[in-house]
Each structure stands twice: as structure tokens, then as C-alpha cells.
């Protein structure tokens, strides 16, 4: 999947279901009401004993998508005459563009892939069918899942996402940095006291090396862990308001501009494509992204680390987050239920192992995290608990997308180039209110 993708802003997507979904949810009406397979009395493979086809739509283009389709071409094998899925692997561009009209005239996929953020406006729109009923699926152990994969699909009470990759924002660290600049390799920084005071050790002007990497877009949502950590929010997202600009959040984005301007820990003006090269060329001694990451650290023999980010004053704080299958209203019951089976399949423990280990993304199944193979692996394994550490971006907010590309890492390239921050986070407060004005 293009991980990188992930953190863009998906207006298209927006835009496209204001534009289609409205005007075409009566023609996706009266197919399926999401009731529970005792409800229907259908069967995975059909009342008719004739095959079922699931459609699935998702952006998997990179080398994970391989691995998606090996997963995908075993199961096909073992059922056999039962069920097949059909799987289409689009760009995210043509994915978000073809998603609302498929929808809207009743000839959307079976299933689909897609991140929390993005089902925010299908789920508001009533185009994603609930599927808590999933749980209750003859050899699915709903106990095996960590809360936070489940919590991620959730919205309003209901669930309509199932895990299919959960991951958590990373801190890494360059050990042959540390031990250089006289600190311990094997620890990374407890508090952002620490990684303050580490930043500056790390950076050396004379080398083109930087302590601390702080991308001004195209990266994770790196900045919400330290206004998390130091007990403040961007959102209330049940009131749909801003709740930036207050005395923690100001203090914490001086303590931010300090770093960039008066200490100089970051270089200015990089995206996360950039920032990602320079952790990856041993230039830059700590850095905030995901878990994708990992590998390209360890194919450029970078002596490295990982962790939980630090903790702020309040709290330790990171996002989770991830991508879950959904199935569009409109889908049968044959279909839903057969999906359901491929779901189950992709969770069990086998299969979710494979992925773990061939893509490097850590476990969500507790049974899985547990595996002597995944715990002797050290980086799978340090990424693989969030404990409470975990939190979804904006969950619920339709527009989240837009506040994070259009506000907030603006904000964070203003701030990084020397904006007064008590101006900027005022002056982004007041442009998150008018984007929510849309969604109350």
C-alpha cells in the first residue's frame, strides 16, 4: 500500500461523495439492511450451492500487494467452487474517484480497504454496511484482537471496519549516533525533556546532521503526540470545534519553534519523503513515521531502534491507526457473508503471521504476538504493543484530512520557519472552525 498516501489529504474522496452519494443512496436501497446471517438465513457459499464471488477494491500498489496476492490466490485455491474473490488493486487516486459513484448506483465492490479517516464520510453518509455481527462468526475470537484494532472500526457504537493492518506511529533512533554524541544507545529518550536535550547533542552543523527530524507535510501527524502528550487536543470532535488555541498547546508549539529555530535540531522545509531519506542515509539522529520505514533501515545497515514516542508532561501518546475492510451498502448477503469468510481467513493466525513477517508490520492478534518467531524478531516486536499509548486522529471528523494538510502542517511549516507560534496556533483555531462549520 502506499503508506505515504495515507497521511495526504483525500478531498477528491470528500468532494466526490457530496457530489454523488447524496443524490444516490435510494438506488443503493432495499438490497441489504445489515442483518445478521441468523437474521437472513444465508450461507457463505449461496442458497443455491452456487459459487459466490467477492469483489475487493484497495490501493495496495507496492510490494505489499504481492503478499496480498499470494494471501488472496490460497484462499481462492482452498474454497474452490465455494467462494472466489476477485481483487482489484487501483491507485488511491482512481480508488477514491470510482468508490462514490460505484456506491451510488448500486454497483460498488463486495468489500473495500480503507483507512478510519477515510470511511468517516461513508459511514456519515450511511453507504458502509455495520458489521458487528462479524464477532459472532463461527471461529472468530473476538478475544484474540487487541482493543484497539477493534476500536478502530468503530463509530457511534457500531463497528464498520474489520482489521486487516493496525499499526502505530514510531520513535526511532540511530545507535551509532547516540553512542557518538555520549549517550546510551540502548535508551532512547524517556520525556521530551530528554529529547530535547538529546536533539541538540545529536545535531552537528559541520556534518549536515540533525538530532531531530520535523517534516512540514507529507509525513504522519507527528505534532499531535507532543499536543497529546502534554495534555491537549486539536478537536473536539463530539462539539465539531477547535480546541487548539489554549495556554498548553501555545506552550507546546514554542517548545517545537525553540527546537527548529533556536536550536536548529531540523533541517527546513522537508516533506516525509525527504525527512524519511535522511533518517535512512544515518544523517539524522531521531525521527518520528511509521513502521514502513523499518525495512529500509535495515537493508541501509542503520544501526537502530524503536519505540513508543516519548512521554509529554501528561501523558505518552502516539496514533494508531491503520486499514480495515469495509463492505458497501448495496452488497447481498451471499456476498457479505462470504466476505466475511475471506475476513475471517485473513485474521487467523496463520495468515496473519505471513503478513507480519513478509511486510514487517506488527500483529494484531494476540495470538500472533505471541508467536516465538514474531518475539524473536526485535523490531516487530517493539512495535507491536501500544498499551494506551494508542489514538486515532480526528476520529469521526469528515474533514480530518483537510484540517491536517490545509491547517496543521502549515502551521508546523510556519512555526519550523520562525512564525510566532501563539499567532499561528490562534490563526489555525479559527481556519479549523470554519471547516467544521460544514459538518454540524
Known sequence: MNHRGRFMPSRLLTGALALTLVAGLAACGGKNDGASPSASGASPSGASGKKVTVTFWNTFTGSDGDTLKEIVDGYNAKNEGKIEVK?????????????????????????????????????????????????????????????????????????????????????????????????????????????????????????????????????????????????????????????LNTPENVKTFQWLADLAVNKKVTPKGLNGVETDKLFLSGKAGMYITGPWLAAGLKSNNVNFGVSLPPKGSAAQATIADGVGFAVPKGTSDEERLAAYDFVSYWNSTAIAKEWSQKIGFPPYLKSVAADPDIQADATIKAMSNLGSAGRTFLPGIVNADRINADVLFPLMEQIVGGLDPAAGVKKASDAIDDILKSEK
Open 87 to 243: 481483487m482489484d488493486i487501483l491507485p488511491a487516486d482512481q480508488f477514491n474517484q470510482k468508490l462514490p459513484p460505484s456506491i451510488a448506483t448500486g454497483t460498488a465492490p463486495s468489500l473495500i480497504a480503507m483507512s478510519p479517516t477515510s470511511a468517516s464520510a461513508f459511514i456519515q453518509n450511511g453507504t458502509l454496511l455495520p458489521l458487528d455481527d462479524f464477532y459472532t462468526t463461527p471461529g472468530v475470537d473476538k478475544a484474540d484482537f487487541e482493543d484497539s484494532a477493534v476500536q478502530l472500526g468503530q463509530s457511534g457504537g457500531k463497528t464498520y471496519l474489520l482489521p486487516m493492518q493496525v499499526f502505530g506511529i514510531q520513535f526511532y533512533w540511530n545507535k551509532d549516533l547516540f553512542k557518538a554524541a555520549g549517550l546510551d544507545p540502548e535508551k532512547p529518550p524517556a520525556d521530551f525533556n530528554e529529547l530535547a536535550d538529546y536533539a541538540v547533542k545529536l545535531t552537528d552543523a559541520s556534518k549536515n546532521q540533525y538530532g531531530f527530524l520535523m517534516p512540514i507535510k507529507g509525513a504522519p501527524q507527528y505534532y499531535s503526540m507532543f499536543v497529546w502528550g502534554n495534555g491537549g487536543d486539536m478537536v473536539d470532535v463530539n462539539a465539531k470545534q477547535s480546541v
